[in-house]
């Protein structure tokens, strides 16, 4: 029997409930109010109690995504669902609320109608998730082992548990009890044809979701070498999507012919251009990492070096400190500390010059490759251009063509020589020879623009992408320069702070 929903509001679980939920159930002593100061990262919470708080509808968690164990007992829920973030989730107790139905099950539990079920799996279209691709909702949570469904009206149902127990076959516990095996061989005889029908649906949504994967992976690769689209019909049908002038003058006598000679040169061309920005990604993509080869080669030699100077050093000085600290002559340990301040000095200016000659290797590697990236996009460039400028010709080809059917069309009209057959809106375009040339030239320019645009946006994102690239790469240079620096003066003032605390004991004794 469903709970009522008595005096109070119903409530939604907002941020400002789960911010209290989280703070009351962390830790109390200073930890806790240091996190309440800094914030709380929900991902770091493991466990939730969101029980007696009168939550309508479940939402709102998906940043839990580390959750293991959510209470939500005691409310007035109907409906499990908004939990697919919460893939860990091992114990989930919804007791004593107002779900009459589990999301996904409704098939089976209400109708027992398999012909329904199956109709459920095959219309399973547009899934972005794992989740998504469960007809039976609670089979998502791969990890659960404990769920608390008592006090809900879903409970009322005969086939419950048995139900359950089939379809979540790595459940420990239900209902606060432990799922006796009796139960679970009677569940997966009474549902066995049911599962399997599910584990096929199932099977056959993941086999789409992981096709779904791959073109969308390979769509990205295309993407990164800024061809997409161009490995078919997309561009030339993208030019007629929007041109209705295009779909009158297709009713034009001779133009069926003229647009499929049109269409089958053009889309070779996108082919051949798909082809080579495919080819030349990968060029770029080769350069780069030659690049960092070389750059993270040239890094490692100057750091050997630094390390052996640095060795060196320490070795020499260790000895001369060992004879400066057993010395009794004043005036000789004197003069050993002034040797030591200079061989700090002579080790500084050393590790600097190594670091300065290092810089100038990483900016000739860095200009080289400035240079061969530059003359790759350049060539690219020119190369994309080249091809769009055959699009546009043959664009050009088929207006003049086209303009020539259109005047053609018109003079028979005029002389009542054209007998076949024009719906009106095409009609109504050779009421005069403006009429219908501003139609053909109409058309003609949307062509163009498609053509234009698809070209600045390649170009366009050739020298994004440069420029981005060899920004990173100055910018890390920099960051790399400055960090070296950096330690190589903390190194020397670490030793120099040592001989300035020998000489301050000289003076004492």
């Known amino acids: 029997m469903s709970r009522l929903y008595d ?22 002593e200073e930890l806790g109010q240091l996190a309440k100061r800094e914030g709380i990262d929900y991902k770091d919470v493991t466990e939730l109690q969101l029980d007696f708080r009168n939550i309508l509808k479940i939402d709102n968690l998906w940043q839990f995504v580390n959750l293991t164990k ?76 404990t769920l608390n469904l008592t006090g809900n009206p879903v409970c009322e149902n005969e086939q419950y548990s048995m139900f359950i127990a089939a379809h979540l076959p790595d459940l420990v516990y239900l209902d606060f009890r432990l799922v006796d095996e009796n139960t679970r061989e009677l569940a997966d005889i009474k549902y066995q044809y049911v599962i399997d029908e599910l584990k096929q649906g199932e099977a056959q949504a993941l086999a789409k979701l992981v096709e779904e994967q791959a073109k969308q992976k390979e769509l990205e690769h295309h993407k990164a070498a800024y061809v997409e689209y161009l490995n078919g019909p997309f561009l030339f049908e993208s030019m007629y999507a929007e ?11 001779g133009m069926a012919d003229l ?35 070389c750059l993270q080669e040239a890094i490692q030699d100057s750091q050997q070096q630094s390390t052996k100077i640095i060795l060196d050093f320490e070795n020499d000085s ?36 190594l670091e300065m000659q290092t810089v100038d290797q990483l900016e000739e590697i860095i200009k080289d490759f400035e240079r061969n990236i530059a003359d790759q996009v350049s060539t690219f460039i020119e190369n994309v251009q080249g091809m769009m400028a055959q699009c546009r010709d043959l664009e050009n080809h ?34 005069d020879k403006d009429t219908i040339v501003n139609a053909v030239n109409a058309s003609h320019d949307i062509h163009l623009l498609k ?51 020998m000489e301050s004991l000289e003076q004492m004794e």
């Open 7 to 28: 005096t109070i509001e119903p409530n939604v679980i907002d941020e400002k409930m789960l911010q209290k939920a989280v703070e009351e159930q962390g830790p109390q």
């Open 70 to 145: 959510l209470q939500l007992d005691n409310n007035i829920i109907e409906k499990i669902e908004a939990l697919d973030s919460l893939v860990h989730l091992i114990w989930l107790d919804l007791s004593f609320n107002n779900i009459e139905v589990i999301e996904g099950l409704e098939a089976l539990v209400k109708l027992q109608d398999l012909s329904l079920y199956n109709n459920r799996i095959s219309k399973i279209e547009n899934l972005d998730t794992l989740q998504e691709l469960q007809v039976v909702y609670l089979r998502q949570f791969k990890n659960l082992r």
């Open 243 to 253: 041109d209705t002038e295009a779909a009158k003058l297709a009713y034009l006598p």
């Open 259 to 293: 647009l499929e000679t049109y269409k089958s040169k053009f889309v070779l061309i996108c082919e051949n251009l798909f082809a080579y920005g495919l080819k030349e990604h990968e060029k770029r993509e080769a350069e780069v990492s030659t690049f960092y080869e």
């Open 318 to 353: 260790q000895g001369l400190l060992d004879v400066i600290q057993n010395l009794s002559n004043f005036e000789i340990a004197d003069s050993k500390l002034v040797k030591y301040n200079e061989d700090i000095t002579q080790l500084s200016d050393m590790l600097m010059t």
């Open 398 to 431: 088929h207006h003049e063509k086209l303009l020539e059917i259109a005047i053609t069309t018109l003079e028979k009209i005029v002389k009542s020589e054209f007998d076949e057959e024009m719906p009106d809106d095409v009609r109504l375009l050779f009421v």
């Open 451 to 501: 053509i234009d645009n698809r070209e600045d946006d390649i170009i366009t994102k050739a020298n994004s992408w440069s420029s981005s690239v060899i920004e990173e790469v100055h910018k890390n240079e920099l960051s790399r320069n400055r960090n070296r620096v950096r330690e190589i003066n903390q190194y020397i003032d670490h030793l120099q702070e040592e001989l300035d605390n």
